[in-house]
């Protein structure tokens, strides 16, 4: 059964940069379509469809959400030709997606939380940019929403406040992508185990 894996936390968790990451191996992601300006280093087609407020109501939509004074939603096309097409397909939603995705694809999806404290969101969000308006717009959102404690009803969390390369290997392992290596035969390695050590009188 092809999976769908929904990326969610408080904003400036990390789940577009995870999501790009993933894109290096192949993993592609569901593009959702956004009436928001995009920001310097974002592209149409690859991060969001930027479309104009009257453009957005032509789409068929699985679902939207009006967060932050924009409009954010998945069209009926994008969701369906991942999902047909795809083993394995990312998407970042926040809290009202993810219940209308629930609801389509019931135990195709599954949810990780992308999970940092209060002060990393803020620190993150003052860094990428974000204006003090825009600021308290996104926590209040996210506290009334619930966005910080999704780790509660997610099907997995993981932390995002070391390097964003951990966060990666994290998500990598739970979609089943991370192959480990090769059991090592530690006898033939020469290492001992205690009893070996002790019978040849070797401390350990
Ligand atoms: N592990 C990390 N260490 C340091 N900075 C990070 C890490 N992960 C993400 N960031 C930075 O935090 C900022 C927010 O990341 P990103 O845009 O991926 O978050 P997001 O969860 O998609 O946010 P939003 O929900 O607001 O769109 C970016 O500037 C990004 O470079
Ligand atoms: N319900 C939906 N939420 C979405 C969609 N695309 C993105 N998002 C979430 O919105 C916020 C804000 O994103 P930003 O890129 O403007 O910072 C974030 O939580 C996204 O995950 C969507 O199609 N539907």
């Known amino acids: ?111 990780i939380f992308i999970m940092v404290d209060y002060d990393t969101v803020i620190a993150r969000m003052i860094n990428r940019g974000d204006d003090n308006t825009l600021i308290n717009r996104r926590i209040e959102y996210a506290n009334r929403t619930g966005e910080f404690n999704q780790w ?7 932390k995002n406040t070391g390097a964003l390369a951990v966060a990666v290997r994290q998500v990598l392992a739970i979609i089943g992508k991370v192959t480990l290596p090769d059991k090592v035969d530690l006898a033939s390695d020469g290492v001992l185990t205690p009893s070996e050590a002790k019978s040849q009188d070797k401390s350990v």
Do not use: W
């Open 1 to 111: 059964m092809n999976k769908v894996y929904a990326l969610i936390g408080p904003p400036a968790s990390g789940k577009t940069n995870i999501l790009q990451e993933l894109a290096h191996y192949a993993i592609p992601e569901m593009v959702s379509h956004t009436t928001r300006k995009p920001r310097p280093d974002e592209k149409h087609g690859v991060h969001y469809y930027f479309v104009s407020k009257d453009e957005f109501q032509k789409y068929e939509l699985i679902e939207r959400v009006e967060y932050s004074g924009n409009l954010y939603g998945l069209s009926k096309t994008e969701v369906l030709d991942k999902v047909k097409r795809c083993p394995v397909s990312m998407v970042a939603t926040e809290t009202n997606g993810l219940t209308q995705l629930k609801k389509l694809l019931a135990n195709r999806l599954e949810s």
């Open 152 to 158: 509660n009803t997610a099907n997995y969390v993981v």
